[in-house]
């Protein structure tokens, strides 16, 4: 992993990648290479045992120009400042493709959960929500899950925020427990929008997803999901991972056991198989297709060199460094970026919104049904313009995409003051 890769500096490398294909306002670019605000606040928490502990955390609320800042809250040891802020500005590209009337927005606590009690880190979240409430809303800015947080996290979210406001405002957060106000489908859209991504890419491709070959890097929420359903419409899952390794069978593994092997010893690596690789070596199989499911940074320029795939659909944010994407531009390799392929997280957090609003809720198979045009009308935008324009890979055919959307609404409401 390239930890030296700023992703801040690769968000803004790959706007500037957009703007040489681009007929807009050099203001209007500029802005895109910042977000409009940072909230950073240090939280003192009571542990367990008395003492008081601080941790630093962010909000980055990237462009409102199509509505409120909408994205994801991590908790991860390693979360820095420039670090949420680039993935602001992911999001604000990410509801542009999807086409959902949100500007992007994300937020972070520098934070290993596992080290913290559950009562610790609710009150760690809660401390989190009580500095976000002047900032959030459901007009405003709408908090949702990300790495190493979910429905739990959001639950307390909205309850914090409800209470210090007096209200029922069920939409200021989305990603909640279905009994908390959240949708039907929102746990699995991610790895859905995967998955749709990679049958939409193979018979675009002219390729047959029935019996492909698949690698999964990171074995979360994104990455367990899209394998099981990879494997529903007929591929076969022959590698997947987590920090603990990757356990590989040429003639394909069971997804479901996978996940069932994580949940139950922590670690994936623990499953039966034949073989067991590293990370990096999963990353290189000759598969044909791989999906980047874990953290941003995974293929640097060196890996890139050796990766094998065909097909890549990445279900993480920011998985590859912009020099690998040059690589793999390079090399021919398909590469369907995060910014569209795993939109399907914030397109159900849009549809739980809109019921949370409408107090009136849906099935599952609307929420899915609803989901899948969503993602193909995306996936079909965007196909577009990587045919009929001259850019050099899908990635800059997105930002070309979500650039234009974001630019005509910012020429129809004008500059303020
Ligand atoms: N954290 C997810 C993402 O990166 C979902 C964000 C949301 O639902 O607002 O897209």
Redesign the pocket.
């Known amino acids: 992993m390239a930890d030296e890769v700023n992703p801040f500096e690769s968000l803004q490398e790959q706007v500037d990648d957009a703007a040489a294909h681009v007929d807009v306002d050099p203001g209007v670019i500029e802005r895109l290479k910042h977000p409009e605000r940072v909230l950073e606040t240090n939280l003192a928490v009571e542990m367990d045992d008395g003492a008081l502990e601080v941790f630093h955390a962010y909000r980055s609320q990237f462009n409102g120009v199509r509505g409120p800042y909408?994205?994801?809250i991590r908790y991860h040891p390693q979360v820095t400042r420039d670090e949420v802020k680039a993935?602001s500005g992911?999001?604000a590209v990410?509801c542009a493709v999807a086409d959902i009337p949100y500007g992007g927005g994300?937020g972070g606590i520098e934070v290993d959960p596992d080290a913290y009690s559950a009562s610790e880190l609710e009150r760690i979240t809660r401390s989190f929500a009580t500095e976000l409430q002047p900032f959030v809303g459901e007009d405003r800015d709408?908090?949702?899950?990300?790495v190493n947080t979910g429905q739990r996290e959001m639950n307390w979210i909205k309850d914090t925020y409800e209470t210090l406001e007096n209200t029922t405002e069920p939409g200021v957060v989305?990603?909640k427990a279905v009994e908390s106000g959240g949708s039907e489908g929102r746990v699995e859209a991610?790895g859905r929008s995967v998955m749709l991504t990679a049958r939409e890419a193979f018979d675009a491709l002219g390729k047959d997803i029935e019996g492909a070959t698949v690698a999964v890097q990171g074995y979360g929420n994104v990455g367990s999901i899209a394998a099981r359903l990879l494997e529903d419409i007929g591929a076969r899952v022959v590698a997947v991972s987590d920090s603990s390794g990757a356990p590989y069978d040429p003639e394909g593994l069971d997804a479901r056991a996978a996940k069932r092997t994580k949940d139950e010893t922590g670690n994936v690596v623990d499953l039966d198989s034949p073989q067991t690789l590293t990370n990096d070596e999963l990353l290189t199989l000759d598969v044909d297709l791989l999906v980047p499911a874990a953290l941003e940074n995974a293929i640097d320029e060196t890996l890139a060199h050796e990766v094998s795939a065909d097909i890549v659909v990445e279900g993480a944010?920011g998985p590859l460094t912009p020099e690998a994407d040059g690589v793999l531009t390079g090399q021919n390799v398909h590469v369907f970026p995060d910014v569209l392929a795993?939109?399907g997280?914030?397109t159900?957090?849009y549809f739980e919104w809109v019921q949370n609003r409408q107090r009136f809720y849906w099935s599952e198979q609307r929420v899915n049904d609803e989901l899948e045009t969503v993602i193909v009308d995306a996936f079909d935008a965007l196909r577009e313009v990587f045919e009929e324009r001259d850019v050099p890979n899908r990635r800059v055919a997105a930002y070309v995409l979500a650039i234009e959307r974001i630019a005509r609404s910012a020429e129809a409401s004008g500059v303020w003051p």
């Open positions: 909408k994205g994801g993935l992911w999001m990410k994300k709408i908090p949702a899950p990300d989305t990603g991610t944010n795993n939109a997280g914030v159900v957090s």
